[in-house]
């Protein structure tokens, strides 16, 4: 199975625990669990740190005494 195919088995399983008593589980179904859980760790633990950027008016840049410090390329 593929990631788009894993993805929609997923929806289609959850759509069943929603609207159904009893279900009978298949092989996709356990691939796919297995891949979203494998998956959910795997982005648990990296989680990256992103660089926060500040909002700088335009007309600022008129104001700055060193624009190469304030603008940097």
């Given at each position: 199975?593929?990631?788009k195919?894993?993805?929609?088995?997923?929806?289609?399983l959850l759509y069943n625990f929603k609207?159904?008593e009893?279900?009978?589980t298949?092989?996709d179904d356990?691939?796919?669990?297995?891949?979203a859980?494998?998956?959910?760790?795997g982005?648990?633990?990296?989680v990256?740190?992103?660089?926060?950027y500040k909002f700088?008016p335009?007309?600022s840049?008129?104001?700055?005494?060193?624009?190469?410090k304030?603008?940097?390329?």
């Amino acid at each position: 199975m593929n990631r788009k195919e894993i993805i929609g088995q997923l929806e289609d399983l959850l759509y069943n625990f929603k609207n159904f008593e009893s279900i009978e589980t298949t092989d996709d179904d356990v691939v796919s669990l297995e891949f979203a859980i494998n998956e959910l760790k795997g982005t648990a633990q990296e989680v990256p740190v992103q660089e926060q950027y500040k909002f700088i008016p335009e007309d600022s840049k008129d104001k700055c005494e060193n624009k190469e410090k304030c603008f940097p390329k």
